[in-house]
Nanobody, 116 residues
Framework: QVQLVESGGDLVQFGGSLRLSCAAS????????MSWYRQAPGKEREFVATITGPGESTSYADSVKGRFTISRDNEKNTVYLQMNSLKPEDTAVYSC?????????WGQGTQVTVSS
């Protein structure tokens, strides 16, 4: 079955960096776009970034553009989110997402906390 497992969340200071990972299994990873979303306390989940299956095209939310970079390693079935210049408003649970064969799949999420 499809599984998405995130890792890399941590407590980091304002202006710091983190790299999140999402290990995927149960489907042909390279065929599917992968995305990152986040949900802050008391807020709705919001889109962060997406990357096409081959990895040649990416898209970002305006709030993270220029600071975050999504990438993937199709040999390792893993998608990454490099986060630089972190701000307190980036504090959230970050989850990876895939739509595989018309079904939505989410990982369990990883907590990112940015202190001011």
């Amino acid at each position: 079955q499809v599984q998405l497992v995130e890792s890399g969340g941590d407590l980091v200071q304002f202006g710091g960096s983190l790299r999140l990972s999402c290990a995927a299994s149960g489907f042909t990873f390279s065929r599917y776009p992968m995305s990152w979303y986040r949900q802050a306390p008391g807020k709705e989940r919001e889109f962060v970034a997406t990357i096409t299956g081959p990895g040649e095209s990416t898209s970002y939310a305006d709030s993270v553009k220029g600071r975050f970079t999504i990438s993937r390693d199709n040999e390792k079935n893993t998608v990454y989110l490099q986060m630089n210049s972190l701000k307190p408003e980036d504090t959230a649970v970050y989850s990876c997402y895939a739509n595989v064969r018309f079904n939505n799949y989410w990982g369990q999420g990883t907590q990112v906390t940015v202190s001011s």
